[in-house]
């Protein structure tokens, strides 16, 4: 179970950076400075729109993938597994009935002085 959970948080983890990566190298509607770093050339590898619905594509999935992790996280964090009965199986159960439990007996009050040696 540790080693599921260690993998789960390192998928999560490189999901996260790469969905921070694609964000960033992501350019909005208006971004001219996109072009500078060959975005803009109809001539790349994808084609003139085809890097952006690569980088949308890539994103949304590493954002699932995200969120699925996310979830299972939190379901192995939450998961209480039931105490073990050890070597010897069950324990005995313990009964005690109302009549076999002595009652708790108050302690004396004590007066000033009452405790003194005469």
Avoid: C, E, W
């Amino acid at each position: 179970m540790l080693f599921l959970k260690t993998l789960i948080i390192v998928v999560q983890l490189l999901s996260a950076l790469g969905v921070i990566g694609l964000v960033l190298l992501q350019h909005g509607k208006g971004a001219d400075m996109g072009a500078a770093f060959g975005s803009g050339a109809s001539g790349s590898l994808f084609g003139a729109t085809g890097s952006a619905n690569f980088l949308s594509r890539t994103t949304a999935i590493l954002a699932a993938v995200f969120f699925a992790t996310t979830l299972t996280l939190t379901y192995i964090g939450s998961y209480k597994s039931k105490p073990s009965a050890g070597l010897l199986g069950a324990a005995p159960a313990v009964t005690a009935s109302a009549a076999s439990v002595p009652a708790a007996v108050p302690a004396p009050v004590s007066a000033p002085g009452q405790n003194v040696p005469k």
